[in-house]
């Protein structure tokens, strides 16, 4: 289905932990409880919070489908239905419990989505080398020496309003270039599922789903930027 | 999580703040980014006869990015372009004791130190 590679140990580790109850070492059918003797079992760590979740590696995703499962999963897990239960019970259900949170925590907001499936898929990504955005470097910093000439800058001089009217603009240019970077992510998601769903093995496939996620790769690292310069602007002239 | 002793020292007392004029015979300018923070750093070398004879820095970022980046200035001066090269991120990681959240500083401060070394080289022999 797609291009995400154990190697064999893993591989084999993940097959363990799933098929064998830890308990009572029956064969397990069940995806976190035991068919037979209806013990918690542990979330292996090689599972990705998409299956976790009973969910397709998209990057749309049904956040409703989300929700639902999660808090189903946190009912099933919490620890206070574990207070009576043996210890390693209830380690087990700590452990899925935190694990749980942090699926959650990362597949619900749409960033951290992605930046959570571009390091599943690192494999393919990995030869990629992403170019370091020289000119938004220089641009930085130079923004950042006229924010701290403003911040030295008398407020009431002509020179400050004249800074002030400049960080203005620049302001304004970099909020319009964040939303447009927004927008760019959007269209590379939709583009990203779309490839998916077709599911083709062909070179081509392949060429254009790494086309897509250095694409990813490097929207994601200007918007950490340029996030931070727009940050820095606010708090400083506001 | 605390910042240790030595990175609160230069993050307080930045060693050598500044920056060269990029044209100037004999520097280097190395800018690099981190995508994960989004921390920038700017480090520039100024080489004589092989040798950096100044060095100076501007980080916009965290504390450690900073005491990395100021660090890695105070270790280049004297050096000579080859030693230059051989600062690895895990030195500045021993002498700041980095926690591990924060080793992702230190290998900006090596990529900016290459970065640098690299423009100079390029300047120095241009092909």
């Known amino acids: 289905m797609n291009g995400h590679t154990h190697n064999t140990d893993d591989r084999r580790e993940l097959q363990m932990a799933r098929s064998m109850c830890w308990h009572c070492q029956s064969e397990m059918a069940g995806e976190y409880f035991c068919d037979r003797c209806v013990k918690v079992q542990p979330v292996s760590k090689d599972l990705d919070y998409f299956t976790c979740f009973g969910l397709p590696r998209r990057l749309v995703i049904d956040t409703q489908v989300l929700e639902a499962k999660f808090y189903e999963l946190s009912r099933a897990f919490h620890p206070d239905f574990y207070q009576n239960k043996s210890d390693a019970e209830q380690s087990i259900s700590l452990g899925n419990s935190a694990m749980l949170n942090t699926a959650y925590r990362t597949l619900r907001d ?28 220089e641009e930085i910093l130079e923004l950042q020496e006229t924010l701290d000439e403003f911040r030295e800058s008398n407020r009431a001089s002509e020179q400050a309003s004249t800074l002030r009217a400049k960080l203005d603009a620049d302001r304004t240019n970099l909020e319009e270039r964040q939303r447009d970077m927004e927008a760019r992510l959007q269209q590379l998601f939709s583009r990203w599922d779309t490839l998916q769903d077709r599911g083709e093995a062909t070179e081509q496939a392949r060429t254009e789903r790494n086309h897509i996620l250095k694409d990813m790769r490097d929207i994601l690292s200007n918007r950490t930027y340029v996030k931070n310069i727009v940050n820095d602007l606010v708090a400083t002239i506001s | 999580m605390a910042y240790s002793e030595k990175v609160v020292d230069h993050f307080n007392n930045p060693r050598n703040v500044g920056s060269f004029k990029k044209e100037e015979d004999g520097v280097g300018t190395g800018i690099v980014g981190a995508p994960e923070c989004g921390d920038v750093m700017k480090l520039q070398i100024k080489v004589q006869n092989d040798t950096i004879v100044d060095a100076k820095f501007k980080t916009f970022g965290c504390g450690s990015a900073i005491a990395s980046s100021s660090l890695a200035t105070e270790w280049l001066k004297g050096k000579t372009v080859e030693e230059a090269g051989k600062i690895k991120n895990t030195d500045i990681v021993q002498e700041l004791n980095l926690p591990p959240v924060k080793i992702h500083c230190s290998v900006l401060a090596e990529d900016a130190i290459k970065a640098a070394l690299a423009d100079y080289q390029k300047k120095a022999d241009p092909k």
């Open chain 1, 110 to 137: 749409p960033i951290q989505r992605a930046e959570y499936l571009l390091d599943l898929e690192a494999g393919a990504v990995k030869d990629i080398r992403t170019s370091p955005p020289a000119d938004l470097f």
